[in-house]
């Protein structure tokens, strides 16, 4: 008898039994539909045997092998194990997240991979002669060729490593391989794209992002899957992809929370990478301004290449970052008057300006000056957003949505009064104060039309544009020549956060959007209003010297026992009923104790999560450290059988493993 371990996506650690009829021969990593309970589902054959454990009444028949999908390859599943032990999920749900959703369907049309012979266009665009700095990189890249090796190429904003990735995307393509370029958001630079069809117009390339349609995405995997495709441009979910040839892997802005996933299969695409190239034998390249702690630190210990790029590629000077001290220069409708000032300057110069303020909406919260009453969220433990263009308050959490009420919900009064400034608003004020200034406003709720970003990106190219105003959207590689002047406002919040991760993500946003500055000849400036102009984060921003505050960075970790120097675990749970969560993370922390006796492993209380209701739910986590990712490794299983055995059907549970918010 012909017996196929089946993984199914299923919330089942264990793979399912299906009898092989007899006159066919199905691979191990063929997708295979099969009957389950009263329906049927697409599996992927994991394993072949000859006996089982299901009883010969039970045991049921593959029903067909899916034969427009080749099967998937050894390395690829081998990756997909990891991820399974790794994360401590089980491998159906793993699969399940690396298939397109069209192929995990029973029923569908027969898919051929997409198209991507056509050329988009027929000349490929100039390249530039490369910086010293530059040909060193692609260099040592290219040395690299013939086995794993981690390069981490730390060049500072507009040192040009988008040449360096292309020039080595080249080199992979020259020798026959394809090459998987992963970036944080495709639909933030959408420059990216074009940059890459221009540059390479006969290679075949194909997108991977969640914001494709059925049809294409499942197209786009197959033409990867099958070789087809020369280059694979994606988001985190591209890290996935079967490739049947990969020779190179990129991962831009390799610091970027986004490349975690923060339910399902909590992945770092990242590491993820890491471990592929690994696998296969290849090399990989992290790229970033601000490198993540734990990659510098790799770096700094041999364990990565560390390659830099310590000037910009067009010559120009970093720009010169300053602080606005609004104890005494005191913003009129969220703006000092020494950024407004410098803000007028651009636009009487034709330059241009951008004002980063990261909240979109009018204002954080709405609130009555005679009782004190202030909009907040029924199913959350946050406050709604005034969205006045809109006339409603949003929760930013569950996506509540409400009318402006005209008069206090609580005491009838009024006197309404928005608190704080969004992006809405500070549009708003800087509009009144700068009447002939051509504003433009970006964050999710004006790039929510497709199309929409790229449109105000041309027009500020065009140089129609004098001011931009948004979120972390316009942080990330953005080139614009014009572009002189960045301020920050409402970045002092991230100051006093209670996640060890705070201070290095907001030294990496403000590292960022500072790089938008002073690209072209002229000379950059960076303004950040803020009520603490001596705190030492906006000196190390001034400062422009990343290695200095990764360095104490990194001492104040070790001294922490935080990662790099530990490895964490985070046991999410949330319930409806009050209570509940916590009860139930008591418990769990009660067996991580008694299964972490001997084993190097540390076990924390349980504490509400930062945003302790949302939704609905009350949330609550318990976080498990140890030195040793082994010893984790070994008492996660059992750890999570524990977890799994106990009855708490009202408690919604997940474990995240090297979890980014803590
Ligand atoms: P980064 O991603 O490192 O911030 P970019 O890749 O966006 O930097 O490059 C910054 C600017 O420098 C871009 O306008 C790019 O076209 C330009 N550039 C890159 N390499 C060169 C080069 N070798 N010579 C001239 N300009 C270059
Ligand atoms: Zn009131
Ligand atoms: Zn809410």
């Keep these: 008898m012909k017996i196929a371990r089946v993984a199914l996506d299923l919330p089942l650690h264990e793979a399912f039994d299906f009898r092989v009829p007899d006159h066919e021969e199905i691979a191990v990593g063929a997708l295979v539909v099969v009957p389950f309970g009263r329906s049927r589902r697409v599996g992927v054959v994991v394993a072949h045997a000859r006996r089982t454990e299901v009883p010969p009444s039970k045991l049921r028949d593959i029903e067909r092998r899916v034969d427009d999908v080749p099967p998937i390859a050894a390395a690829e599943l081998e990756l997909y194990e990891f991820c399974a032990r790794y994360y401590q999920r089980p491998l159906g749900e793993v699969i399940a997240t690396a298939l397109p959703p069209r192929l995990r369907q029973v029923s569908r049309r027969s898919i051929r991979a997409q198209p991507v012979g056509a050329p988009h266009t027929r000349v490929a665009s100039a390249e530039p002669a490369l910086t010293p700095e530059q040909r060193a990189a692609v260099d040592r890249i290219n040395a690299a060729v013939g086995g794993f090796h981690a390069i981490l190429l730390h060049g500072i904003t507009g040192s040009g490593k988008t040449e360096v990735y292309l020039r080595a995307i080249a080199a992979a393509i020259a020798r026959g391989a394809q090459a998987l370029f992963l970036v944080p958001e495709i639909g933030l630079t959408p420059q990216l794209e074009d940059l890459v069809r221009g540059r390479f117009p006969d290679a075949r390339v194909v997108l991977a992002h969640s914001h494709l349609g059925e049809g294409e995405r499942a197209g786009a995997w197959l033409a990867a899957q099958s070789g087809q495709a020369d280059i694979v441009l994606g988001t985190r979910l591209a890290v996935l992809m079967p490739l049947r040839n990969l020779g190179l892997i990129v991962v831009d802005e390799e610091h970027d929370p986004s490349y975690k996933q923060q339910e399902g299969l909590r992945y770092s695409a990242r590491d993820v990478a890491v471990r592929r190239a690994q696998g296969l034998g290849i090399p990989i390249v992290l790229g970033s301004a601000t490198p993540s702690l734990e990659s510098f630190s790799n770096a700094r210990d041999g364990r990565y290449q560390l390659v830099t790029l310590a000037s ?62 202030h909009s907040t969220c029924k199913r959350c433990s946050a406050n709604l957003v005034l969205h006045l263009r809109s006339g409603e308050l949003r929760c930013h959490h569950c996506g509540h949505r409400e009318r402006v009420p005209n008069t206090c919900p609580s005491c009838g009064g009024i006197d309404l009064a928005p608190i704080g400034h969004g992006t809405q608003r500070i549009e708003e004020s800087l509009q009144a104060a700068l009447p002939n200034a051509r504003i433009a406003r970006v964050d999710r709720d004006s790039t929510a039309r497709k199309g929409a970003l790229r449109g105000v990106l041309q027009r500020v190219r065009a140089g129609e544009i004098d001011v931009l105003v948004g979120t972390q959207m316009l942080a990330k590689g953005h080139d614009y020549p014009s572009l002189t002047l960045v301020g920050v406002l409402e970045a002092d919040s991230a100051l006093f956060s209670v996640d060890f991760r705070a201070s290095e993500r907001l030294f990496s946003q403000l590292v960022q959007v500072a790089g938008r500055a002073g690209r072209g000849d002229l000379p950059g400036e960076v303004l950040i209003q803020t009520d603490f102009p001596g705190h030492p984060l906006y000196a190390a921003v001034a400062a422009q010297d990343y290695t200095a505050f990764a360095v104490e960075a990194l001492d104040e970790r070790r001294a922490a026992s935080f990662p790099p120097f530990s490895h964490l675990v985070l046991l999410r749970a949330e319930s409806k009923a009050t209570g509940e969560a916590g009860e139930f993370l008591r418990g769990a922390a009660r067996s991580a104790r008694a299964l972490a006796r001997d084993a190097k492993v540390e076990v924390f209380d349980p504490v509400p999560a930062v945003l302790e209701r949302k939704a609905g739910f009350e949330r609550a986590q318990l976080l498990v450290r140890s030195p040793s990712r082994a010893a984790l490794l070994a008492f996660l299983p059992r750890w999570r059988e524990a977890l799994g055995r106990r009855e708490e059907r009202r408690v919604r549970w997940a474990l995240d493993i090297d979890p980014q918010e803590v």
């Excluded at 409708?333 to 909406?361: C, K, T």
């Excluded at 609130?367 to 009453?373: G, K, L, M, N, P």
């Design 312 to 373: 910009r590629a067009t010559g120009a000077q970093l720009p010169n970052v300053r602080t606005v001290d609004t104890r005494a220069d005191r913003p009129r409708e969220g703006l000092a008057a020494a950024l407004v000032a410098a803000i007028a300057r651009r636009v009487e110069a034709r330059e241009q300006a951008l004002v980063f303020v990261n909240r979109r909406g009018f204002a954080p919260v709405l609130y009555c000056r005679s009782c004190a009453w």
